[in-house]
Nanobody, 127 residues
Framework: QVQLVESGGGSVQAGGSLRLSCAAS????????MGWFRQAPGKEREFVAA????????YYAESVKGRVTISRDNAKNTVDLQMNNLKPEDTAVYYC????????????????????WGQGTQVTVSS
């Protein structure tokens, strides 16, 4: 079992920045690829970013590419999401997720492939 706790959400104006953090506990963190997803009111959950176990490879949704950076610290069991130049359409609940994997999987953008999820943190961007 892996427990994930997100933090860092809040309210910002358009153009602002936020840094989300996810703290993991329970199993060997470096055995898990990590992802961030978000869900806006009335919409389906969507992929934001993912990072492989070592942190060597990162993946981003087209809607956030160039504005968002995912990183991880396997010594601290954390994965962060730095979000810059935020837009009102970024408003959503952001979820951290962990996926056990022994290889670099080809489908880290698919939420159903993740094993564990956090409770989410709200991000609100006003215009």
């Amino acid at each position: 079992q892996v427990q994930l706790v997100e933090s860092g959400g809040g309210s910002v104006q358009a153009g602002g920045s936020l840094r989300l953090s996810c703290a993991a506990s329970g199993r060997t963190f470096s055995n898990y690829a990590m992802g961030w997803f978000r869900q806006a009111p009335g919409k389906e959950r969507e992929f934001v970013a993912a990072i492989t176990r070592s942190g060597r490879l990162t993946y981003y949704a087209e809607s956030v590419k160039g504005r968002v950076t995912i990183s991880r610290d396997n010594a601290k069991n954390t994965v962060d999401l730095q979000m810059n130049n935020l837009k009102p359409e970024d408003t959503a609940v952001y979820y951290c997720a962990a996926r056990y994997t022994r290889v670099v999987p080809p489908d880290l953008s698919v939420d159903s492939t993740y094993n564990y999820w956090g409770q989410g943190t709200q991000v609100t961007v006003s215009s």
